[in-house]
């Protein structure tokens, strides 16, 4: 069974920085992609940042800029590095792993408990 357990998460002024990890009990590199989602009160959850296997990266829209993800293969932990934080920004902070396993197979998908990040004005 796959854990992932995210950390990181707290309270910060906006314009503020944090940054998330997300330790993986498997290798971040057996994953098609490892990477964040969040979810805010009264939201669909949505994609924060995404790491493939092959090391790219993709962000949701409203990043523009402001945070980077990152991994350490050896530690098999994924990162997310916030800047310039807005009270928007305000939400559960989720670590998701995805996988084929094979080519006939579905998506399987881990996630993590998530964290908490809140942003004052």
């Known amino acids: 069974q796959v854990q992932l357990a995210e950390s990181g998460g707290g309270l910060v002024l906006s314009g503020g920085s944090l940054r998330l990890s997300c330790a993986s009990s498997r290798s971040v590199v057996r994953f098609d992609a490892v990477g964040w989602y969040r979810q805010a009160p009264g939201k669909e959850r949505e994609l924060v940042a995404e790491?493939?296997?092959?090391?790219?990266?993709v962000y949701g829209d409203f990043v523009k800029g402001r945070f980077t993800a990152s991994r350490d293969i050896a530690s098999s932990t994924v990162y997310l590095q916030m800047n310039s934080l807005k009270p928007e920004d305000t939400a559960v902070y989720y670590c998701?792993?995805?996988?084929?396993?094979?080519?006939?197979?579905?998506?399987?998908?881990?996630w993590g408990e998530g964290t908490l990040v809140t942003v004052s004005s």
């Open positions: 998701r792993a995805r996988v084929v396993p094979c080519i006939e197979c579905r998506e399987i998908q881990h």
């Open positions: 790491i493939t296997s092959g090391g790219g990266t």
